[in-house]
């Protein structure tokens, strides 16, 4: 078993180097534009709040295909790097608020309140000097939402 593997890794060097060098790439560009998307959400991106209805039109229904589609090249990606090194539930978190799908607003509200995500998304948004995003589960005086 363990010399078929190193045969099949030796015949397809080539593709195991394209394919780290992608992972490479996709890495550094969530490093760089997980801080860039989150300091441009509104600080009460994460309270439960009506979406207003979108119009329908070719032109809308392509870039929102687009849009879930990059959504979820980076929940895959996030959850990726849960596993290797990388900022995982930041990059997985950013990919479930770019994508459309039914729940998204509660599955990003649960993840964005664990305390590690929500102290890693406010350090990014005060490097950016924006105000802190609103705790989805807290009201104004700090105490639980019941």
Known sequence: MLTQLSHWLSQHAALLGVLAGI??????????????????????????????????????????????LIGVLLILLGLTMLIIPG???????????????????????????????????NWMRQRHQKPLLLHPFHDDNGGKDT
């Not at 996709?26 to 994460?46: H, I, M, N, Q």
């Not at 070719?58 to 295909?65: E, R």
């Not at 990919?95 to 305390?115: D, M, N, Q, T, W």
Request: net charge positive.
């Open 23 to 68: 992972s490479v790439i996709l890495l550094l560009g969530s490093v760089v534009a997980t801080p860039w998307v989150v300091s441009r959400l509104p600080e009460d991106y994460l309270l439960q709040r009506q979406r207003p209805a979108v119009a329908r039109s070719a032109l809308n229904t392509i870039a929102q295909a687009l849009r879930t």
């Open 87 to 121: 900022p995982g539930l930041v990059t997985l978190l950013v990919g479930i608020s770019i994508a459309r799908f039914p729940g998204k607003h509660r599955l990003l509200r649960y993840v964005a309140s664990r305390e590690a995500v929500y102290g890693s998304l």
